[in-house]
């Protein structure tokens, strides 16, 4: 007996609609695209584009978090600054004199 291939049927795809042709009856989606968007849908499971908005917003808020970190270190380091003027005005040592050229 002859190979005879399977017909080709105008399928519309389950996802989006649009109309395709194969060989596979049992196929579904026009691409793979399509049947990864329906998974998604079905499962309840975000749309990545949703998920990389949600990604910025975190790293937005975490860049705002270090920038108030870092201003507060700062602010410790000039009060630790201050309290250390103010409690060794006396240790300071002097820088050592520069020696005299002998003639
Ligand atoms: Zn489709």
Redesign the pocket.
Known sequence: MPYVPRPTTVVS??????H?TSRNLRRK???N???V??SYARTGRRAERASRTDLEKTVAEMRELVQLMQRANLKANLVNLKTALETSTTDVPKPPQKRTKRS
């Open positions: 795809c389950a996802h989006c609609g649009t395709f989606y026009c691409s695209s399509c049947n968007l329906a």
